[in-house]
Structures are given as structure tokens and as C-alpha cells.
T-cell receptor, first 114, second 113 residues
Framework: KAGVTQTPRYLIKTRGQQVTLSCSPISGHRSVSWYQQTPGQGLQFLFEYFSETQRNKGNFPGRFSGRQFSNSRSEMNVSTLELGDSALYLC?????????????FGPGTRLLVL | TQLLEQSPQFLSIQEGENLTVYCNSSSVFSSLQWYRQEPGEGPVLLVTVVTGGEVKKLKRLTFQFGDARKDSSLHITAAQPGDTGLYLCAGVYSGGGADGLTFGKGTHLIIQP
């Protein structure tokens, strides 16, 4: 099976702009989660989508939003970019059995906000 | 908010040495996972531990889940340069619900030849 793919891999934006990142999960995985990774804060959970519905949400401002399509592909959007939004954005698709969740991460999109 | 504390944050040792990385929390986790991340890549799952006291081995890596399911350790025997990377622990909170995976900030490991 192909792994999780994310596009674009690298992105440079300026403050105030908005950005859309895309994630294609592993075939058959219906859950997609997004994380922000920075050197200072590590990996922080943004949100999770399952069957086109947001199932979980982390503690991020409303400028961060996402959606999932019927084919399980997901996008996340950040509006009114700030310098602090510079980070590696990781997408993970997963399946869950009971309390066990196995997540498979994509390579990430590295966003630089100038 | 459930927090996972990893220690040490940074570790640089010589090839052939042994090392242990720790992951601690005040919360009980129903399961805990260890990932390894290399530069420019996403984290890759190494192991999942579920049962308190569980020990799992993956070649030279030994993972242990604490009896109370609040802590875990990763021990590497005879470290090799290929073990270099960021090691992350992540837990699923046993209270269930809506937090996704909680990650520690990771241990940056460098194995010098």
C-alpha cells in the first residue's frame, strides 16, 4: 500500500496570508489527524477527522481549520498567518481497535511564514 | 491536559554504548507508543505497549510499560549510528475521548561512530 502523502512538501508564505495543506491517507484508512511540530512545543494535536466529520480537536485558535472529503482525503487551512505558525505540519492516517490506535504519518509540509 | 515528559531531551553517545530514554506522565494511559523520526520525515511507529509491566523487544531496542501505565522506557543496547534520530513517546489517555494522541517532546539521540 502507498503511504500517507502530503502536498506541498515546502511552502513559504507571508504574514496575513492563508494556506491550504493537503493529505491523502493510506487506502482504507478513514481517520486523518493533523499535528503541528515545532522545536519548542514538539508535536501538538490539531484535529482529527473521521468519515468527513471532525471527531477531535486540539487547543488551537479558530484560524486553524480542516475538512475531510468522501474519499478520506483531508485538507487543513490556516488563515491570517502569523510568524509563529512556521512549523512542520504532519498528517497521519490511522485505524483504531479498542483503545489502540496505530497512526501512520506522512512526511509533512514544512511551512515558513515570513 | 495530559502531559508526557521525556528525558533526556538530548543525548549524544559513542557507538557501542547502551542508553535508556524515559517517558513519564501523571496520567494513566491505555496504551503508549514509541516513534522514531528522522530529519525531513514523519514519525515512524516502533512499538505499542498496552499492558502494565509489558516488555517488548525489537532487535536491540527494549521497550517497557510501567506497572501503573504512567511511564515507559526505551533501552538501546550497543547503539549504532543508524539509531540516530528523534525518539517520541505518545499515549492514548485511558479516560478515552477527544484528545488524539498526546506526544512527548522527544529525545534527540546522536550516536557517534
Amino acid at each position: 500500500k502507498a503511504g500517507v502523502t502530503q502536498t506541498p512538501r515546502y511552502l513559504i508564505k507571508t504574514r496575513g496570508q492563508q494556506v491550504t495543506l493537503s493529505c491523502s491517507p493510506i487506502s482504507g484508512h478513514r481517520s486523518v489527524s493533523w499535528y503541528q511540530q515545532t522545536p519548542g512545543q514538539g508535536l501538538q494535536f490539531l484535529f482529527e477527522y473521521f468519515s468527513e466529520t471532525q471527531r477531535n480537536k486540539g487547543n488551537f485558535p479558530g484560524r486553524f481549520s480542516g475538512r475531510q472529503f468522501s474519499n478520506s482525503r483531508s485538507e487543513m487551512n490556516v488563515s491570517t498567518l502569523e510568524l509563529g505558525d512556521s512549523a512542520l505540519y504532519l498528517c497521519a492516517s490511522s485505524y483504531r481497535t479498542g483503545y489502540q490506535e496505530t497512526q501512520y504519518f506522512g512526511p509533512g509540509t514544512r511551512l515558513l511564514v515570513l | 491536559t495530559q502531559l508526557l515528559e521525556q528525558s533526556p531531551q538530548f543525548l549524544s553517545i559513542q557507538e557501542g554504548e547502551n542508553l535508556t530514554v524515559y517517558c513519564n506522565s501523571s496520567s494513566v494511559f491505555s496504551s503508549l507508543q514509541w516513534y522514531r523520526q528522522e530529519p525531513g520525515e514523519g514519525p515512524v511507529l516502533l512499538v505499542t505497549v498496552v499492558t502494565g509491566g509489558e516488555v517488548k523487544k525489537l532487535k536491540r531496542l527494549t521497550f517497557q510499560f510501567g506497572d501503573a501505565r504512567k511511564d515507559s522506557s526505551l533501552h538501546i543496547t550497543a547503539a549504532q549510528p543508524g539509531d540516530t534520530g528523534l525518539y517520541l513517546c505518545a499515549g492514548v489517555y485511558s479516560g478515552g475521548g477527544a484528545d488524539g494522541l498526546t506526544f512527548g517532546k522527544g529525545t534527540h539521540l546522536i550516536i557517534q561512530p
